[in-house]
């Protein structure tokens, strides 16, 4: 039977999902075969596993920690948020539908059996398996019938991390409340505090440390420092979210309400001068060199916002280089028709720049895609001959079969990851466009890349916790 730690935090955003991968990567060093898993997660940028089964992208980078390939086992139960109180219910990586919130709640028990499937599966294959949680354990309206935090821990039978997010502020009160509103045998799941995202002298939190053991009874093994990392985030909390750019080349991705997907251009991140920034209303577009409409998960909802706040107006007048992506490639079409009633049964006019169609049909499509560029014009005729490859995931049909539609500077896909290969031919080809000189930029080889900042990672995490507790805490005193 594998080994187990599991890895809650005292809030959404804490690091569980950082300090997991983290993990995952040091099992990996230590010579140990691991595998990350979560229950249930929420989330709106997934991935397509090989045999077309959807996941959360945070297991995915955390398999890429851990040097294996991502299984839709790794995280059977994704909830893909479709308005303020409904998610689409995908288990293991299969969309069972639509559900509001309270409908979850009620049913939720009921996949238990495929969450120890999949637990038990992994269990088979691998020496370790790093469990994350969700959220807060001591959320106390949610604590009933619970499958991700402590309810997950004492299926699993796994010793618990609890993560506080110190850049935040008041951790000290973050670790104790979380303790003590816990029952007695959750609180004996947790065997050690780390405190996450740390700025200045450790030192300094020396007295702070030794209460807040004293208090709970509980050691802090470790402290992190704040950590700048080029790793694909999860969370729609994510920092990228505020960025304000600043770069040579401006690349303004259009932050839609429902906005999915958008780890589509965290490749751009790599490259010297480049900026990317997020915009969500006309006075923050100002004039980029790329506008990209990334994916949505309601694109009806999120065209139709576009159409009211005004950003539908200002990028049709803009006469530079549009790149729509799933939900976002829709959006540029003539018109979106819900005959499948996957969005509400609405039909909406597109911003009509691309000739596309889009119908949504009943079937989800979901595979990994690659190839070469063909029919590409205008700015990214360059790229022509160049390979590509990704993942889509949509339901609907845009009525043309090139991976690629294009009309003049205006560009549509379905392919998530799109940018991933030809990132540096992308930024040539804004450079040559601006007369800008491009010879210092270089092809970038991206899986290289996203292993030196895992790498990092890893160090910086190894540096600062005490990893010899902390298999003594999985271990429960044996050797491993």
């Known amino acids: 039977m594998a080994k187990r730690i599991m890895i809650q935090g005292t809030m959404s955003n804490a690091g569980k999902s950082i300090i997991a991968a983290a993990l995952c990567r040091i099992f990996k060093q230590d010579g140990y075969s691991a595998a990350p898993f979560k229950s249930q997660n929420m989330a709106l940028n997934s ?168 208090l709970t009874g509980i050691k802090v093994v470790g402290v992190v420092p704040y950590g700048d990392f080029k790793i694909d985030d999860e969370d729609s909390l994510s920092e990228r979210l505020t960025s304000e750019g600043g770069g040579e080349i401006d690349i303004a991705v259009i932050r839609l309400p429902r906005i999915s997907n958008f780890t589509d251009f965290s490749v751009f991140e790599f490259i010297d001068g480049v900026s990317v920034r997020y915009v969500q209303n006309v006075r923050e577009l100002k004039n980029p060199d790329m506008i990209i409409i990334p994916g949505t998960k309601n694109t009806i909802a999120d065209m139709l916002w576009l159409r ?27 018109s979106i028709t819900d005959t499948a009633n996957a969005e509400g049964g609405e039909s909406v006019r597109g911003m009509e720049l691309l000739p596309v169609e889009t119908e949504f049909k009943a079937r989800k499509t979901r595979l990994q895609v690659r190839g070469t560029f063909e029919n590409m014009k205008g700015v990214f005729d360059p790229l022509n001959g160049r390979e590509y490859e990704g993942y889509e995931i949509h339901m609907g049909v845009s009525g043309k079969n090139d991976v690629i539609v294009s009309e003049g500077n205006i560009y549509g896909t379905y392919v ?16 040559a466009q601006k007369g800008i000189d491009f010879e210092d ?31 003594k805490i999985m271990n429960e005193g044996e050797t491993l």
């Open 47 to 214: 991935y397509i596993t090989k045999d077309g089964l959807e996941m959360g992208r945070a297991q995915v980078v955390q398999a890429m920690a851990a040097g294996i390939t991502p299984t839709a086992e790794m995280n059977p139960i994704l909830l893909k948020p479709t308005s303020d109180c409904g998610s689409q219910v995908i288990v293991n990586g299969t969309a069972r539908g639509n559900m509001t919130a309270a409908e979850y709640f009620k049913r939720k028990k009921e996949l238990v059996p495929d969450i120890m499937k999949a637990y038990n599966a992994l269990c088979e294959k691998y020496d370790i398996i790093v469990i994350e949680g969700a959220g807060s354990p001591a959320e106390i309206n949610l604590k009933e019938n619970d499958i991700v935090n402590m309810g997950m821990a004492e299926m699993a039978d796994a010793p618990v991390l609890l993560v506080g997010d110190i850049d935040r502020g008041g951790v000290f009160a973050q670790l104790y409340g979380t303790v003590e509103l816990l029952e007695k045998n959750e609180r004996d799941r947790i065997k050690g505090f780390i405190i996450n995202k740390f700025r200045g002298d450790v030192s300094i939190l020396k007295m702070g440390l030794d209460m807040i053991e004293n």
């Open 308 to 334: 009211e706040c005004g950003l539908e107006a200002a990028i049709k007048k803009y006469k530079g280089i549009v790149f729509g992506i799933c939900g976002g490639f829709q959006i540029l079409g003539k």
């Open 416 to 431: 998530h990851g799109i940018f991933d290969k030809c990132a540096a031919d992308v930024v040539k080809c804004i450079c």
């Open 441 to 471: 930029i270089k092809s970038l080889d991206i899986d290289a890349l996203r292993e030196r900042e895992l790498d990092k990672l890893a160090d910086l995490v190894r540096g600062s916790v005490d990893m010899e507790m902390i298999y």
